[in-house]
């Protein structure tokens, strides 16, 4: 869909993006020539991603763990990263989430989602932003958020309000920035199956009953997301900004949100979920230590 040097001699941060959708987009955008910095928790798979994209496609790759909750560490994070030269663009896409009955939630849940979703995704754009000001360079940021910033959702109260004030973020900002040559839209992804939210979200297979609410009958294919996202990134169409871009077969519009068939599930049902949620993130936690 687009030539080979799309993206080259751009500097794109894409945080979370040693898996998932951030490692996807990530190599989507070395494919087509631009060098990165990619940051998460784990360094295992910051390593291996990093060493994979630098093979295949000869672009630079470097990487750091972060976590995007400390504003201190988010700072001096980028600060060393300006050091050797601004970056381009900036990919707001390390998140957390996990479905619970918004009762069952302690202020500690919420907090958990909320700091990461919310604060941290602020404090990058904060700091990337203001770098961007002060040295008069251009700058392209995404956000991934979710189609439930339009409509809400059961079962993942504290990620819809997270995400939903960074959609205001993505609004208030491109306004705010437009003087400055910096554009800010987001994404908002359907479901497109990756292990991480598969695990956690419980978000079943793509077989016909799960996909009944989607129009186009199907999960979303990576390479869709990848397009979407090289387009937002790319030099060509600078005066799209503060659009949140909805790509999910036009599942939200049909009024059936990816979680309300969760209305179904017993008390029992959300013991076993949280069970096999927690042992999720225990794996998670212990491949971090
Ligand atoms: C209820 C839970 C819970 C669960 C954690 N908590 N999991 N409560 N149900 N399943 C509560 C804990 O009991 C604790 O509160 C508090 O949350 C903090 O838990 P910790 O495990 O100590 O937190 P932490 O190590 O910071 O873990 C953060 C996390 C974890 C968000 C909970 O899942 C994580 O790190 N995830 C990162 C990756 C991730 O989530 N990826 C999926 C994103 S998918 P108490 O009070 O008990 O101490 C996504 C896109 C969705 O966002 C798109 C779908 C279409």
Partial sequence: MFKKDLLKNKRILITG?????GKEMASHYAEHGADLYICGRRLNVLEETAFELKEKYGVSVKYETLDIRASKDVDDYIERIFQEGPLDGLVNNAA??????????????????????FHGTFYITHSVGKRWIDLKHKGSII??????VWTGSPYVVPSAMSKSGLNAMTQSLAAEWGKYNI???AIAPGPFP????????????????????IPLGRTGEMIELQNLATFLMADGCDYLTGQTIGIDGAQ???GGGTFSNLDKL??????????????????DKANRS
């Fill in 96 to 117: 957390g989430n996990f479905i619970s009955p918004t009762k069952d939630l302690s202020h500690k849940g919420f907090d958990a989602i909320a700091n990461i979703v």
């Fill in 183 to 185: 554009k800010v839209n």
């Fill in 252 to 254: 939200y519009l049909t």
């Fill in 143 to 148: 956000s991934i958020l979710a189609t439930w």
């Fill in 17 to 21: 993006g040693g898996t998932g959708l």
């Fill in 266 to 283: 017993s008390d029992e049902d959300w013991d076993q979920i949280r069970a096999m949620i927690r042992s999720s993130n225990n794996k």
């Fill in 194 to 213: 990756t292990k991480g939210a598969w695990e956690r979200l419980n978000l079943g297979g793509n077989d016909e009953s799960s996909m009944a609410s």
